[in-house]
Nanobody
Framework: VQLQAYGGGLVQAGGSLRLSCAAS????????MGWFRQAPGKEREFVAR??????????ADSVKGRFTISRDRDNAKNTVYLQMNSLKPEDTAIYYC????????????????WGQGTLVTVSS
């Protein structure tokens, strides 16, 4: 599976951005997709995930109520989005798209594939 993420950029605190991630390859075998992020000097952390069914997404507490993960309506496009609202300077990070190929990797939040990352910078 190949993942291409885009949509990052510079935004002021309180603003919004939408990230997109297009998957290709063995997408019919994907169990779900998700987003992680890595801030400067910190470890990579989970942000959100959504199963292929598009039902029952999950979020990190730090983004709950501000971020929304969704799948494309035409699921064949295999695109996942991350709508980020009310952004804070602490949301500044490289955001990585991820693919989960089975229920175990999905439930344990250990993706099987990673995208290249897109930088989000939130200024105060």
């Amino acid at each position: 599976v190949q993942l291409q993420a885009y949509g990052g950029g510079l935004v002021q605190a309180g603003g919004s951005l939408r990230l997109s991630c297009a998957a290709s390859g063995r997408t019919s075998s994907m169990y779900g997709m998700g987003w992680f992020r890595q801030a400067p000097g910190k470890e990579r952390e989970f942000v959100a995930r959504i199963p292929s069914s598009g039902i029952s997404a999950a979020y990190a507490d730090s983004v709950k109520g501000r971020f929304t993960i969704s799948r494309d309506r035409d699921n064949a496009k295999n695109t996942v989005y991350l709508q980020m609202n009310s952004l804070k300077p602490e949301d500044t990070a490289i955001y990585y798209c991820a693919a989960f190929m089975n229920r175990y990797s999905y439930s344990t939040r250990y993706p099987n594939y990673w995208g290249q990352g897109t930088l989000v910078t939130v200024s105060s």
